[in-house]
C-alpha cells in the first residue's frame, strides 16, 4: 500500500478519468493591445445609433416586465389558475431527519431501515473506516467487527492485518503499532461532501460517498506533511442484525475540483486543529 492509498481500505477500484483528469486550461490572449476580449475592433458608431439602441432595448425590458406581472408569475404550461412546479431539492441537500439515536462502541448505529439510512450508514461508515483507528490492530479489528456483516469481517480481517504491515506503517511515519513519535500527529480524517443511492432494495443498497480525505503527519520535521486527496467511496450494504452491514467496498479516485490559492497552513496550525475540531455524525 502506497503512501497515496492512505484512504483505501477494502477492495479499491482502478481510478476512472475524471472531468480533470488530463485536464488543460487554454487562456485566449487578447488580438490586440486594450482589447480584453481578443476581437477585432470595430468601426465607430454615430451617437445618434448608440441612442436608438438604448432606448430599444429598455422598451422591450418595460414590456417584459409589464407581461410579467400581468401573468401573474404563472408558467405557461401550468394551464389557468395553476402554478408552476416547485424546484425539486439537490441530490445533496439534507433531510432534516436524525441519522441515528444510538450508538455502539461510539461509532453511530441503528440507521433506519430505508434510502436515506442506507446513505447516512455509509457517510459515517467512511469517516469511521478513514480515521486513524484504521491503523492500529485493535480498533481496526473493532471497526471490522462493527461495520462489516460477520463473513466480510473475518474475510478481511487477515488482508488487512497485512496491508497495515510494520513497513506501511513506518512509511506512514508510525511504530508497529500505529503510534506516532512522541511531539507528532498523525492525521487521517474522511470528510463526506455527499451520498447517493445506485441501487436499492429492503434487503441490500449500493451507496457511493465523496468525499476528501486528509492524511499525513503533522510534525515540525515532517517529510510527510498532511495532503487533501478526492476520492469516492462505493459500498455494498446488507440489512442484517437490524442495522446496515457493509459486503464489500471500492474506491476510485476524483472527482477533484480545481485547487485554489489557499496559504498551506503550518504543521502547528494543522495540529491545533486536529486537536481542537471534532467530527459529525453526518446525516442523509
Do not use: C
Request: no cysteine; charged share 20%; hydrophobic share 35%.
Amino acid at each position: 500500500m502506497s503512501r497515496s492509498d492512505g484512504h483505501g481500505y477494502g477492495d479499491s477500484a482502478h481510478a476512472d478519468d475524471g472531468p480533470y483528469a488530463g485536464g488543460q486550461t487554454r487562456t485566449r490572449l487578447p488580438d490586440r493591445p486594450g482589447d480584453p476580449y481578443g476581437g477585432a475592433r470595430r468601426g465607430g458608431r454615430s451617437s445618434s445609433r448608440s441612442l436608438i439602441t438604448v432606448v430599444a432595448v429598455v422598451v422591450l425590458l418595460i414590456a417584459a416586465i409589464a407581461f410579467a406581472n400581468r401573468s401573474g408569475g404563472r408558467s405557461p404550461a401550468a394551464g389557468g389558475g395553476g402554478t408552476a412546479d416547485k424546484p425539486k431539492a439537490a441530490a445533496t441537500a439534507a433531510t432534516g431527519k436524525q441519522p441515528v439515536h444510538t450508538k455502539t462502541d461510539g461509532l453511530p448505529s441503528g440507521f433506519a431501515h430505508d434510502e436515506q439510512g442506507a446513505q447516512s450508514a455509509a457517510a459515517n461508515y467512511a469517516v469511521a473506516l478513514g480515521s486513524t483507528d484504521m491503523f492500529k490492530k485493535g480498533t481496526r479489528h473493532t471497526l471490522l467487527d462493527l461495520l462489516y456483516t460477520p463473513d466480510a469481517a473475518a474475510r478481511l480481517q487477515k488482508p488487512m492485518d497485512q496491508a497495515y504491515s510494520a513497513d506501511f506503517l513506518n512509511r506512514m511515519g508510525l511504530d508497529a503499532d500505529g503510534n506516532p513519535p512522541t511531539g507528532s500527529t498523525f492525521v487521517s480524517r474522511v470528510v463526506p461532501v455527499g451520498t447517493t443511492v445506485q441501487q436499492y432494495s429492503d434487503s441490500s443498497a449500493r451507496v457511493a460517498v465523496w468525499y476528501v480525505g486528509l492524511i499525513g503527519m503533522s510534525a515540525k520535521t515532517s517529510t510527510d506533511p498532511v495532503t487533501s486527496s478526492w476520492k469516492t467511496w462505493t459500498f455494498e450494504l446488507q440489512w442484517s442484525r437490524g442495522d446496515w452491514k457493509i459486503v464489500s467496498d471500492s474506491q476510485k479516485a476524483g472527482p477533484a475540483p480545481v485547487p485554489g490559492d489557499d496559504r498551506a497552513a503550518t504543521s502547528d496550525e494543522i495540529r491545533k486543529a486536529t486537536e481542537e475540531y471534532g467530527g459529525f455524525t453526518y446525516a442523509r
